[in-house]
């Protein structure tokens, strides 16, 4: 296996309005679609040509259903407990005129536990949720699938920058430090390193070997092995960013992992998360899918 992404897996329900009245009817667009930070870095590692799993927890119910059934059609392999009291997590995105609102329910996902992973989790590279990392419950889970990967790559991705600032800058590193990868955007390697772009990347990459900065419509900085280097963002009309922070994820760790250039794995991410913030779907096209 060439990617393992442990942790989040989600239904989400896109709204598109131009304006909400509270207590009252309005006419818009309602999507529903698979997602979740370790779902959607799977299906665009799949996309980039990496054999991919998700481990995680699902409802017992037509949400459950449902993503499971989109991934195995992305060629992503589910190892999906089944949780018999939780619901599956689902995520509200509402657009309205110039606004994005959201309401996360995390469900199932929160739940994850030791027991629900393997002893070992043997694939090239593995990816875990900063989500299940920064919140309880959930963070045993994270901790042990650190401590039970087997990979060149064993990555983690920072989420959220008031998650991070609630866990601490001090304790995120020293609870990583089985980790040789960290992927994080701006305000969230503030948190953590009082920098910002390809400084912050520097700074990290002196505690990770592989460290990834997303710095949104200024491209990216990616720090291997020390060296430093800086992608341009393409220019593209913005639709919804939502999901392309982890569809680079997705494609960094797997281009990095069948030996591409970092030049090119950064070029092949950033472009990636492109895709995804000039659209509304969070996934590729089925026909898009690179060999």
Known sequence: MDLVCV????????????????????????????????????????????STRVIGRIGDDLQGKTVRGALQERRVEATLVIDAQAPTG????????????????????????????????????VLVSGYLLLQEPGHDAAIAALERSRGELVG????????????????????????????????EVEVLT??????????????????????????????????????????????????????????LLACLRRGDAPQE???RACHAGALVAASAQAWPERASSHG
């Open 7 to 50: 942790g989040d897996v989600m239904l989400d329900i896109r709204v598109d309005a131009n304006a909400l009245k509270r207590g009252g009817d309005v006419h818009g667009r309602v999507l529903m679609q698979p997602g979740g930070t370790s779902a959607n870095a799977a299906v665009w590692a799949s996309w980039a040509g990496a």
């Open 90 to 125: 689902t995520m509200l995105v509402v657009h309205e005129s110039g606004e994005r609102s959201m309401v996360a329910d995390r469900g199932a996902n929160a739940l994850l536990k030791r027991a629900d992973l393997p002893p070992t989790i043997d694939a090239a590279a």
């Open 156 to 187: 983690v991705e920072a989420a959220s920058w008031p998650l991070v600032e609630a866990f601490g800058a001090d304790r995120f590193f020293e609870e990583t430090t089985r980790a040789s990868a960290v992927f994080a955007n701006d305000r």
């Open 194 to 251: 009082g920098r910002t772009g390809p400084e912050a990347a520097a700074v990290l990459g002196a505690r990770y070997r592989v460290a990834a900065v997303k710095m949104d419509g200024r491209g990216a900085a990616l720090c291997v092995d020390g060296d430093v280097i800086v992608q341009p963002a393409e220019a593209i009309e913005e639709i919804d960013p939502t999901g392309a922070g982890d569809a680079f994820d997705g494609v």
């Open 265 to 267: 794995a950064l070029a």
